[in-house]
């Protein structure tokens, strides 16, 4: 009943975007905490990005600032990841999350739900 479920990942070129998509189903992402992680081969997770409630604090770790964007569509009951610039080293398993928490900085919190990811590759 409550699940998140990431789309629009996929191959793209060194310099090139993707959008990734979290639609959530049976709560409401309105009153959550959200925050993009991702995970590359051989490596441990991290995050990318978060929002904090009603969007009022956007965070980014810094490999990804200036060229990523994460925002919100409360209608579509959605938050979506705006990837520019994209780089090699940005290849992984991108995952949505969600938490019932306010945090200044929202990659650290108790994350409840988790999609099951989406992946990006990023290859000449």
């Known amino acids: 009943q409550l699940q998140l479920v990431e789309s629009g990942g996929g191959l793209v070129q060194p310099g090139g975007s993707l959008r990734l998509s979290c639609a959530a189903s049976g709560f409401t992402l309105d009153y959550y905490t959200v925050g993009w992680f991702r995970q590359a081969p051989g490596k441990e997770r991290e995050g990318v990005s978060c929002?904090?409630?009603?969007?009022?604090?956007?965070n980014f770790i810094n490999p990804v600032k200036g060229r990523f964007t994460i925002s919100r569509d409360n209608a579509k009951n959605t938050v979506y990841l705006q990837m520019n610039s994209l780089e090699l080293e940005d290849t992984a398993v991108y995952y949505c999350?969600?938490?019932?928490?306010?945090?200044?900085?929202?990659?650290?919190?108790?994350?409840?739900?988790w999609g099951q990811g989406t992946q990006v590759t990023v290859s000449s």
């Open positions: 929002s904090s409630l009603s969007g009022n604090t956007t």
């Open positions: 999350a969600a938490g019932q928490f306010s945090s200044s900085w929202c990659l650290t919190g108790p994350y409840e739900y």
